[in-house]
């Protein structure tokens, strides 16, 4: 399935191709952007893996990304998307990441706001679920500024680089926007 280009005041998000490897790889080999990312490649070949999820959201149904950049600038700088799509169910689950030399800025924010605006009116989905990992106030305020509600946290959920981490989960209601 195509989805369209979703373009907000600052950005535009086009589906992730398979050309954009190399983006997936510059923002998931960097540590400060995976320290609470649930993936991280260091190679090209490494990164395949990532690109065959995208792929796979897309050909199962379940999902799709975006790679998003600065309004006529063309170059990428994030990405925002949805996977675990439970169509009969009407639900999905949303993540993001962002080069750190745009952080700050408000675009993380823009760019989900604009992938739950689709979600909801042309997926017709209900609900947006986020997890995020403890410890990761930025994501969390990101999911505050956006709506979303915490409705809790599993305590020492995963292991992660040999310790156990918490997980809070977030969720947002098409109702509640």
Not at 54 to 76: P, R
Not at 142 to 159: A, D, P, S, Y
Request: hydrophobic fraction near 40%; charged fraction near 25%.
């Amino acid at each position: 399935m195509q989805h369209p280009k979703l373009v907000t005041k600052r950005l535009e998000l086009r589906m992730i191709w398979p050309a954009d490897a190399a983006f997936i790889l510059q923002g998931l080999s960097d540590r400060r952007v995976t320290e609470y990312y649930a993936v991280h490649y260091d190679t090209p070949e490494a990164v395949q893996e990532q690109m065959q999820f995208y792929e796979d959201l897309i050909k199962n149904g379940t999902g799709v990304w975006w790679a998003f950049s600065i309004k006529g600038e063309g170059q990428l700088i994030g990405a925002c998307g949805l996977n675990e799509l439970e169509a009969e169910h009407q639900k999905a689950q949303m993540g993001y990441w962002l080069l750190p030399a745009y952080w700050g800025k408000g675009y993380v924010p823009e760019a989900a706001r604009a992938v739950m605006q689709y979600a909801f009116h042309e997926m017709h989905l209900n609900r947006i679920e986020a997890i995020v990992e403890g410890g990761n106030a930025a994501s969390e305020k990101v999911l505050q500024k956006l709506g979303f509600t915490c409705e809790g946290r599993l305590r020492e959920r995963e292991m992660k680089n040999g310790r156990f981490i918490d997980l809070l989960y977030y969720s947002v209601l098409k109702r509640e926007l």
